[in-house]
């Protein structure tokens, strides 16, 4: 199983982009990337998927270069709204006896 | 709003004692899956249910179980609760058995405090 590595917290500004990093060294060549943000005192929620290169929604992007041993989770101009915690997965395509592995995520703050 | 239920919202009881905590998943998903969130360990997989049979396992402790019922809602029962039981704990569920097809949709949580 594929293990992330992903900073535990930052700052921003409101207004600024946001690009957080998840490194996946031992990624497996069927898995996707996933991302779910978390706001305080709720559940975490789905956000973006990837499997390769790059991928926009109306959330944020995912940037997932060549090698996959990364990816950028993106938030264009973030807003005091987007303070919450953001988790990277490594994903296999299909469940067999996956664990889904959340860890402590990464926590931003956005501040005025 | 997920789609997905869970009850009690909050929870208060006394080490060693029992409690059961119920989800009900999203219309159509077959999957339920349970989470334990503390400020220590984030947010760690306990177990996954789907269609009525166990279809993955994490870390859970002996004194937890849980069950999928017919009506694909799922209880998780902890018992001899200790202080470090208290923990934020949450449902999600999935249309499918699992993995990247399939995102999982939380539940609101149930707050669990043990005194």
């Known amino acids: 199983l594929a293990k992330t590595t992903q900073p535990i917290s930052m700052d921003s500004y409101e207004g600024q982009e946001v690009n957080i990093t998840c490194s996946h060294n031992?990624?497996?060549?069927?898995?996707?990337i996933t991302w779910y943000q978390q706001f305080p005192s709720q559940g975490p929620r789905f956000i973006i998927q990837?499997?390769?290169t790059k991928v926009t929604n109306e959330v944020a992007s995912l940037f997932i270069p060549a090698d996959r041993k990364s990816s950028t989770l993106s938030l264009p101009r973030v807003s005091l709204s987007d303070t919450a915690v953001y988790y990277c997965?490594?994903?296999?395509?299909?469940?067999?006896?996956?664990?889904?592995?959340f860890g402590r995520g990464t926590s931003l703050i956005v501040h005025p | 709003d997920s789609g997905v239920t869970q009850t009690p919202k909050h929870l208060i009881t006394a080490t060693g004692q029992r409690v059961t905590l119920r989800c009900s998943p999203r219309?159509?998903?077959?999957?339920v899956y349970w989470y334990q969130q503390s400020l220590d360990q984030g947010l760690q997989f306990l177990i996954q249910?789907?269609?009525?049979?166990?279809?993955a396992k994490g870390n859970i402790l002996e004194r937890f179980s849980a069950q999928q019922f017919p009506d694909l809602h799922s209880e998780l029962n902890l018992s001899s609760l200790e202080l470090g039981d208290s923990a934020l704990y949450f449902c999600?569920?999935?249309?499918?058995?699992?993995?990247?097809?399939?995102?999982?949709?939380f539940g609101p949580g149930t707050r669990l405090t043990v005194l």
């Open positions: 219309s159509g998903d077959l999957s």
């Open positions: 999600a569920s999935s249309v499918g058995a699992g993995g990247s097809y399939n995102e999982q949709f």
């Open positions: 031992n990624i497996a060549t069927n898995d996707y």
């Open positions: 990837g499997y390769k």
């Open positions: 249910y789907y269609n009525g049979e166990e279809r």
């Open positions: 997965l490594v994903v296999p395509p299909t469940g067999g006896s996956y664990i889904p592995t």
